[in-house]
């Protein structure tokens, strides 16, 4: 296959222009999960559709969340109906992770705190990305793991919640990937305080970040959870 250079504008005059940004995968992913836990419906502007998002969608409607329109509208917003306010999700939902981490990572533990037991596939190559100690974490949880086939990878598997009280801690490690406990955190105000044997489940990241005192905020990506819980309390919700 040819290759043909790309040759850079140029211009000889000073540009003046508004540009609209394209919203952030990232950023995008973090807010469907919060619409879709919100005790009310919400507003979503400038939300990116990318197989990721798009896959995240699919996976919270699977759960029980109603997002629509999907794509987002240029210029326009999604509507997030979240799963408290809805009809009970499908039973056994199949959730297609592809390569999306944000889905792969958020939503097993998003199915483990609402109660719904899911089946998790993905893209081939996802089974070379580290996902096994969020899995250990839910587990310790006392979330059931199965997986259909460890000889090919972590992918498929099924995840079933808790049915006993959870522990009074656990711990995860988070070197391989900061979602580890961003997923933890967006889910742990879904635990029924019921459910905790000393009211809270505190959350330790092994080996600990330095300094000591840091606790789990150590990588930006953790502050958005943390962040939006702290601005948008009213957004947790108690499952039934």
């Given at each position: 296959m040819s290759e043909t250079a790309w040759t850079a504008p140029r211009v000889s005059r000073a540009i003046s222009a508004v540009i609209d940004l394209p919203g952030s995968k990232s950023q995008t992913a973090r807010e469907l999960v919060l619409g879709a836990i919100s005790s009310e419906p919400s507003t979503l502007r400038g939300a990116l559709s990318s197989r990721d998002t798009d896959l995240m969608v699919a996976g919270l409607r699977q759960l029980g969340a109603e997002i629509a329109p999907w794509p987002c509208p240029p210029d326009g917003e999604v509507r997030i109906t979240p799963v408290s306010s809805r009809r009970e999700a499908s039973p056994m939902p199949s959730i297609e992770c592809g390569l999306a981490g944000t889905v792969m990572r958020f939503l097993p533990a998003l199915a483990v705190a609402l109660g719904i037991p899911a089946r998790f596939t993905a893209d081939a190559q996802a089974n070379f990305?580290?996902?096994?100690?969020?899995?250990?974490?839910?587990?310790?949880?006392?979330?059931?793991?199965?997986?259909?086939?460890?000889?090919?990878?972590?992918?498929?598997?099924?995840?079933?919640?808790?049915?006993?009280?959870?522990?009074?801690e656990v711990s995860v490690d988070g070197s391989a990937s900061s979602q580890f406990i961003s997923a933890l955190l967006l889910a742990a105000p879904l635990f029924p305080p019921d459910h905790y044997r000393c009211g809270a489940a505190p959350l330790r990241r092994v080996p600990p970040p330095c300094p000591a005192d840091a606790a789990v905020r150590h990588h930006p990506w953790q502050e958005v959870p943390l962040k939006r819980h702290r601005d948008a309390s009213d957004l947790w919700y108690r499952p039934r």
């Open positions: 990305r580290p996902l096994r100690p969020l899995l250990d974490a839910l587990e310790a949880l006392g979330a059931k793991v199965v997986y259909e086939d460890l000889a090919t990878g972590v992918f498929p598997f099924s995840i079933f919640p808790p049915k006993t009280a959870l522990p009074a």
